[in-house]
């Protein structure tokens, strides 16, 4: 059982490459997740998609886009990457975002990726 | 000020002591608190998930929560060297659940043979 799959796991880019991070996960959830994890600042979520169909900005949208492409597969673009993008990205998935939080969040192993 | 402060470390204890992990918070809307436990290279795992006041165990690990102080804490008995991890404290309202949970910035933690 895969649970949730990232790729790549390590990418460096230049300024002003662009790139897209891929996601997928077989559990079946309806939810999906974009979080970076920079020291000293915890993790910090990008994006959301709370089912196939709809995406949200979480808190540090900007610079990023995502697409849901079906209920499995959910991407993160970089359209022109900054260094200030330099983290370790996380997809994760639930089976619901709202209400009582009974529906944990199962991350994959991280994309680390460095923008020079 | 963050809305979750979570004492980075890192920790280094000996082969069974009791470790003792700590979170403060300041928004008193939160009501679910989590635990998550990140070994090196690789994503976080829920570990342990309390609803409200009071405490809750599961095995060598108790979580527990005082809302009045707006501080949970962790506690691990008879620390083992598997147990040397990244652990992060989250929390979410019942409405916004995981839409709107906060992290805290983690503690790395050691466990020495």
């Known amino acids: 059982n895969a649970g949730v799959t990232q790729t790549p796991k390590f990418q460096v880019l230049k300024t002003g490459q662009s790139m897209t991070l891929q996601c997928a996960q077989d559990m079946n959830h309806n939810s999906m997740y974009w979080y970076r994890q920079d020291p000293g600042m915890g993790l910090r979520l990008i994006y959301y998609s709370a089912s196939e169909g709809t995406t949200d900005k979480g808190e540090v949208p900007n610079g990023y886009n995502v697409s849901r492409l079906n209920k499995r597969e959910f991407s993160l673009r970089l359209e022109s990457a900054a260094p200030s993008q330099t983290s370790v990205y996380f997809c994760?998935?639930?089976?619901?975002?709202?209400?009582?939080?009974?529906?944990?969040?199962?991350f994959g192993n991280g994309t680390r990726l460095t923008v020079t | 000020q963050k809305e979750v402060e979570q004492d980075p470390g890192p920790l280094s204890v000996p082969e069974g002591a009791i470790v003792s992990l700590n979170c403060t918070y300041s928004n008193s809307a939160f009501q679910y608190f989590m635990w998550y436990r990140q070994y090196s290279r690789k994503g976080p795992e829920l570990l342990m998930y309390?609803?409200?006041?009071g405490n809750k165990e599961d095995g060598r690990f108790t979580a527990q929560v005082d809302k009045s102080s707006k501080y949970i804490s962790l506690f691990i008995r008879d620390s083992q060297p598997s147990d040397s991890a990244t652990y992060l404290c989250a929390m979410s309202d019942g409405i916004q659940g995981a839409q709107k949970l906060v992290f805290g910035q983690g503690t790395r933690l050691t466990i020495n043979p």
């Open positions: 309390t609803y409200s006041s």
């Open positions: 994760a998935s639930s089976e619901v975002s709202l209400g009582p939080y009974n529906s944990p969040l199962h």
